[in-house]
């Protein structure tokens, strides 16, 4: 499995943006095959850390508390794209954002995550 991340960019505060995650190689979101994918971030000096994940068919969502209401996390498994739509940003959500996929269900913990992608940068200015 292959993930290419997309979409950074540098953006004022309050301002949107939207990634993308494409997956491909042994690719399938159909159970008991399929992946839940998740987004991470990581800071200049800090740990990566869990940002939003989605379930395998798109039915469950999980925030970490400091994004919700601002983000969305979603997928379109035809596209075998992952999304995460970005609003209201602020500076401390500039970061290297990452996508991740695993088999197991959807986790906050990164070391559960099999597969990433390159990582996309977001810069938010205040």
């Known amino acids: 499995v292959q993930l290419q991340a997309s979409g950074g960019g540098l953006v004022q505060a309050g301002g949107s943006l939207r990634l993308s995650c494409a997956a491909s190689g042994q690719w399938s979101s159909s159970y008991p095959l399929g992946y839940d994918l998740a987004w991470f971030r990581q800071a200049p000096g800090k740990e990566r850390e869990f940002v939003a994940a989605v379930s395998r068919a798109g039915g469950s969502t999980y925030y970490t508390d400091s994004v919700k209401g601002r983000f969305t996390i979603s997928r379109d498994n035809a596209k075998n794209t992952v999304y995460l739509q970005m609003n209201s940003l602020e500076p401390a959500d500039t970061a290297v954002y990452y996508c991740?996929?695993?088999?197991?269900?959807?986790?906050?913990?990164?070391?559960?995550?099999?597969?990433w992608g390159q990582g996309t940068q977001v810069t938010v200015s205040s």
């Open positions: 991740a996929a695993r088999r197991g269900g959807p986790s906050f913990r990164r070391e559960l995550y099999a597969y």
